[in-house]
């Protein structure tokens, strides 16, 4: 075999891998946004075939001979050639490890989980999804001893989110925030609430809110022929290729502030994807890097930008034109000290920014329990409970405002709530670093986001999966990772804003 | 191999088949409610792999050894089982003879058109889909050529959309219903026209036509929880097994009819798929037998059914309670008289029961005219609107009025027209056999579809493809097709309403 020969299978598979993820990318998709209640049966079987032909493509003798020449030939391959090798032959490992039958059988699972998810929440019923919760988790310890026996499975989890990175780093992370953020809220508490009762008490009709969403999708440049919005119970993102985004929003009639940073938030995941660079695309190399990556740009758009004074100065006109009734007398000022709003509250998904790192907390400390097998499921709702009275001081009145509340285990997204934080912190440290050549509050006054998305898309969006995380973070920044960038901000941003 | 094995292999395959094609409906679905514009590209070539997966699989060695050893074992097999093979059989010999590099090419080119068309239609502009055009007739041609290289190519597609089907039949038809048809419209015409002008100058909720919607489906005994209703430029419906069928609406805020109509039209096609036998399910029998067959269900619901005196009156109170101010002081016997005026017009989809036949005519024509050569592509938009003024007496004003209107061609179906036309005369024929012994009018009148839906499930629903469609006709009704059922249900229900 040449290596023009072994270039030309792994393309050939590559393409036939990306076309299989494509179609189980858009059945998922369209499962959650269009699909009847009762078609989840139907969508499993096809999924199921359609990921055993991928899995038998991704570990099938033809495309590993192929790498194993081109493995041995680095010299005539380009950087980025031998960066697609590099980064297929760590998935394969993975793949390659795990039985067929089993993994097979875990797209089924997930597949039925979540519908069943979706129900339990509805109804509060934990019991109901409990049994999946075991077998996610059990099936998660199982392929990470298969693929690395000799780690523990919750390393073997992070890392595979986040490459490099373990339960030590992650203890200490947390503990580094931990110890700023506990006595900052402390602080933030014994002063006088932020008043954000203005928003409340009245009707922001739907339609009204989608086109403030249309709105803000162009303030945040993104490229509506190639992102839609669509609406789902929980906002995400999904991407099958850089013309092809997809982000949704849930829309609550009582407060448009939801909606609006779910634009914000899942629009900084598309602008990411949408700006991998033309020479990845089709490869693997395409799209973000990892999921903390991923939440660093998200939550950079959602908070750094959409949080900010000049934000809500900009947007404000806007939003008083679609809803002037509801808005009468209330200014930007007003709005942004409300969208700002600190306190304990029970749902991660509209926690604010200083309070949010605890809510992972909570999530991280339950997963290591259950890998580690010292948290047991069916004490789940109890020791969420207890978590959240210690770090939050609040009290769970039921499980669907509780440990029901997250979609990720029911998808088999376990050891990713991490990326969240780390998200937030690895896009402090850009922000740090942006600020040292961009007028970024000027930017954003001016309604021209372009010197951000520019410094972005230079040291973040175009370089896809060219570099693992940690790496591509110190490139752009050029120093290590560093959460005291993400404490410092939240000290600065909290002490103005309540005067502490 | 013995008839168990050979069994086997068949059932698996076709389980992958399935999957496939469940992926692809599902992509192409997606493509037509919620991708962004420029998705064609990624999506085309996803369509592309998947299609060429399936080739491989309907022409590979392993099935066809298979069903071979089942065709010579029909002793062994249960009549499912044997009209499992059979329809198997004359599927993939038509996909064998197509070679398939073509038959992946046309996926692809299909994938294009369809993208091309909307543009062009929303631009009225003819020149820019008239080379998809020529590229879908003339592969269609080749295809039919190849398949069939002694019939004329028009007879193979009518055959192909409708067994048994050809072009003398099709003018036999087409001639029974304008020897009655014309002339009853021109006594209509004479006549003094209805009054629909309360529908106009008024604006109806997209909202409210939502919830009209939900109603409808409800009223017609659509499972909600199997059935789900999106928006699109063109109603359609697209089932992928009997717990996961799609349709679509589109809304007019000038005017509730026509969403309504769309609603209970896609409707019946969805109900058709809802109830085919369980025993079917996951087999090539499962859902409606043919296009024909599914446009008699269609049309049954939206015209015999929904056009119906005693079913406006049904609705009525529901439509004023949505729509107060709009329907201040209108009867029901007024909307009843307004959705069955008849006059000549230029949408299709827009037509009333007595001249849609005739929009159905002119595109029948123009078909048989691009495939024997007698009609250049060029010439279309004067011929489409030539012959608009032959049979209807209209000048067409611009292309997407005219000869852009209709998606089919862009989508492949060429040959499908007649259907239209086909479909209500048998809904007509089993109106009148169903109304021995059914009381339709008093079960409409009552809201309680059950008599009318329960003997559709019972002679054709159920049914799937176990028999060819004008068979399964035949033993609906008890007597071979005859359109005059058709055209006396017209004569009588025009001469009632405008009095001839």
């Known amino acids: ?80 050639e031998r960066r697609e090798i590099e980064v297929f032959q760590r998935q394969k490992e993975f793949t390659a490890s795990v039985p067929q039958d089993e993994f097979v059988a875990y797209v089924a699972l997930l597949n039925k989980a979540n519908a069943v998810w979706h129900k339990a929440k509805l109804d509060s019923d934990f019991a109901a999804f409990a049994p999946y919760i075991k077998d996610i988790f059990a099936t998660n310890v199982r392929f990470a001893k298969y693929y690395r026996p000799d780690s523990a499975p919750y390393d073997t989890q992070l890392d595979r989110y986040e490459r490099g990175l373990n339960m030590e780093k992650t203890d200490a992370f947390f503990n580094a925030l931990k110890e700023r953020i506990v006595p900052l809220l402390k602080k933030v508490m014994a002063k006088p609430q932020v008043d954000d009762s203005f ?62 940073y779910s634009v914000i938030h899942e629009g900084g995941h598309a602008l990411y994807e949408l700006h991998s660079a033309d020479a990845l695309e089709g490869t693997i190399l395409r799209g973000g890097v ?9 939550r950079f758009m959602e908070n750094y930008v959409g949080r900010s004074r000049e934000f809500i100065s900009l947007i404000f006109p806007k939003m008083r034109e679609l809803f002037p009734e509801q808005l009468k007398g209330v200014t930007a000022e007003q709005m942004y000290l409300a969208v700002n ?53 609040i009290d769970v009145p039921d499980d669907r405002r509780g440990v029901l509340q997250d979609s990720h285990w029911s998808n088999g997204n376990v050891g990713y709530f991490p990326s969240y934080a780390l998200g937030s912190a690895y896009g402090a440290q850009m922000l740090a670093k ?67």
């Not at 790498?67 to 391959?77: F, G, I, M």
């Not at 290729?241 to 909606?259: C, F």
């Open 1 to 80: 075999m040449t290596t023009q020969e072994a270039l030309k299978i792994y393309r050939e598979k590559n393409e036939e891998m990306h076309a299989l993820r494509h179609a189980m990318g858009v059945l998922h998709f369209d499962g959650d946004t269009a699909a009847p209640a009762e078609s989840a049966e139907g969508r499993g079987k096809t999924l199921s075939y359609l990921s055993q032909c991928d899995y038998q493509i991704e570990t099938g003798k033809e495309l590993n001979e192929a790498v194993d020449h081109l493995k041995c030939h680095p010299e005539e391959l380009s950087a980025q």
């Open 199 to 260: 928003i409340w008490g009245k009707r922001y009709p739907i339609e009204a809110q989608r086109q403030f969403s249309d709105y803000l999708m162009d303030v945040i440049t993104i490229n509506k022929r190639r992102c839609t919005i669509g609406e789902t119970e929980h906002p995400f993102t999904t991407m099958f290729n850089k013309k092809d985004v997809r982000i949704t929003t849930h829309y609550h009639e009582e407060n448009p502030v939801y909606s609006m």
């Open 290 to 298: 990892s999921m903390s990556m991923h939440e660093s740009q998200s």
């Open 341 to 393: 709003k600190a306190e304990p509250s029970l749902i991660r998904t509209e926690a604010d920014e200083l309070t949010y790192a605890l809510h992972v907390l909570v999530r991280y400390e339950i997963e290591k329990g259950l890998f580690d097998g010292s948290i047991a499921v069916e004490d789940l709702p109890k020791i969420w409970n207890a978590k959240y009275k210690e770090y939050l001081g």
């Open 434 to 500: 942006m600020k040292q050549t961009v007028d970024v509050e000027g930017a954003i006054r001016s309604g021209d986001l372009s010197p951000i998305t520019g410094w972005l898309e230079e040291h973040i969006w175009k370089h896809g999966a060219m570099y693992d995380p940690m790496e591509l973070l110190e490139r752009a920044v050029g120093e290590p990772f560093d959460p005291k960038y993400f404490t410092d901000y939240l000290e600065k941003k909290f002490t103005e804003i309540y005067g502490l």
